[in-house]
């Protein structure tokens, strides 16, 4: 028996190399069953999904086997595979990166965050509030991860004002080295010292922990109660809030551009979604799924009580809650006046979401207009103004320095330098959201979409909006286990072809799809911030999936309601769109479906 454990040891820790080697073979059957090019596509693109799920290989790696393996198996050539990596879409996101990057670097969304607070109050529910809304809206622009890993510090040192240092050290939260430590283990190097910050006047000595035991009077150990569950309610509200904001974007998260990019890749004619356009549908369904969810973690974890009877606030809550106002204040104090390099940076982050805004927003001639049609797009708009923070002048220009001889000749600082560039962009996304596009354009030219779409017909009796429902349970069940990235690289292909089975817009399905993979909140596994906050130490499994089980409800009936309102007129989603260039074997297909009916009809 103990030779048979020590066995399974040893295979335990080569697993990796087990899956490596056992997942190509084990597919091998599909190279000769179906047909040649389909087949080799197949075989590929389950190969990069398994190896996704498994993470037999890091994501950026297993991006990058089209490359390879599209050329060696005669699917597409090397001079069109290698493109997909660098689309325009991707230099979108880049551009939406650098943006951050500078925003991070002169603590603009420092600033914003301990502002909100300010406005919102100190009281535990509208504490959580300011929480949500401040990190959505940082993840609307920076990433999920960054604005998570910004925001729980900062959710540390206010716990700590409120509820006292002893609290703190039953609850584990420990000093500021170790949690920026338990940040660099995730891969972060985002504001590690915020606790630090915004607590620099309350460290205290510690009392030495007594041997003997106190008898704690039962309004205590309520309080205790209280606290534990307020503490778990802002450690989850603010990774789901993160995961809900980054869907308002076109760059808040990467999904949402792999949608941009595959759909410029099955339907270059489609010109019906870009920036405005996604915000006008993306931003009311972000701030009506914040609302709700906010209601929701603040009732279950106690923040707000659906009692009728006013309860008395305790001396000791109210006295925490005014020395946590204090602290919030006097931290933002000590930021000083705004200086140029913040009022610079805010300026051009406006402007990059302005013209992004205005570049075509269909009900209106844009200014792209006054430029030759298909020339600009929002990937041009994005690098013209990520370029200018590399040369704009961090301090404000002054014409006395050229009239005096004396003044110290050095080089003014720009808002954005390469070097932070490098250490804050994630190189590694944007080869995952390239072996996304590669492995769409070798589904096209293989024929593997048609084929998967000639396998679909049983579905074609399905209502379109009981379709939109299955395929956001589906896909959000899905990425609970996967990466949301890898998961709707895998499924998009699919969905427009089954939409178009269907003979409804594409859109109506894939939207839902994109957003959907982005609501995943029952297990720490299932996205980058959910990892982070359970990674603290202070959540159960249990704590998530309560709580993230009814997020993911209510997320499923939100999405649905709103691409059959307000997102069927904002993408036209009511007609069959004349960019969908079908196949002249599809046109046959109709015409002799509809002859079959009128024969019926006439009772032949």
Known sequence: MSVIVALVKKLWCIKRYIVLIATPLILLPILFTLPPKEGKCLYVVLLMAFYWCTEALPLA??????????????????????????????????????????????????????????????????????????TAFLSMWLSNTASTAMMLPIANAILKSLFGEKFCEERGITSNEESSANLQENGLHLVPTEAQLLTA??????????????????????EREYQNRIWKAFLISIPYSASIGGTATLTGTAPNLILLGQLKSFFPDCDVVNFGSWFVFAFPLMVIFLVL????????????????????????????????RDVIREDYRKLGPTNFAEKAVFFFFCLFAILLFTRDPKFIPGWSSAFTPGFTSDAVTGITIAIILFFFPAEKPSLKWWFDLKAPNTENRALLSWKKAQDTVPWNIILLLGGG????????????????????????????????????????????????????????????????????NPLYLMIPGTVGC???????????????????????VKDMAKTGLLMNLMGVLLLSLAMNTWASSIFQLGTFPDWVHLPSIFYIFLYVRLRCSLWLTEGH
């Open 293 to 324: 969810g906010w209601l929701w973690i603040s009732i279950l974890h106690g923040a707000i009580s659906l009692s009728c009877k006013r309860k008395e606030k305790s001396v000791i809550r109210t006295d925490a809650e005014a020395k946590a």
């Open 437 to 504: 596009f590669a492995m769409a354009k070798g589904c096209e030219a293989s024929g593997l979409s048609t084929w998967i779409g000639g396998r679909l017909h049983p579905l074609e009796g399905v209502p379109p909006a009981v379709a939109v429902l299955l395929v956001t349970i589906l896909i959000a069940s899905f990425t609970e286990f996967a990466s949301n990235t890898a998961t709707i690289i895998v499924f998009l292909p699919v969905l427009s072809e089954l939409a178009i089975r269907l003979k409804v």
């Open 61 to 134: 790696v297993t991006a990058m086997l089209p490359i390879v393996l599209f050329p060696f198996l005669g699917i597409l050539p090397s001079s069109k595979v290698c493109p997909q990596y660098f689309l325009d879409t991707n230099f979108l996101f880049l551009s939406g990166l650098l943006m951050a990057a500078a925003i991070e670097e002169w603590n603009l969304h420092r600033r914003i965050a301990l502002k909100v607070l300010i406005l919102v109050g100190v009281q535990p529910a509208r504490l959580i509030l300011g929480m949500m809304m401040t």
């Open 201 to 222: 006047n309350e460290v205290k000595e510690l009392p030495e922990k007594s041997d003997f035991s106190i008898e704690v009077h039962p309004d205590v150990t309520k």
């Open 518 to 540: 982005s609501y995943a909140f029952m297990l720490p596994v299932s996205t980058p911030p959910n990892s982070i906050a359970f990674s603290t130490g202070h959540l159960l």
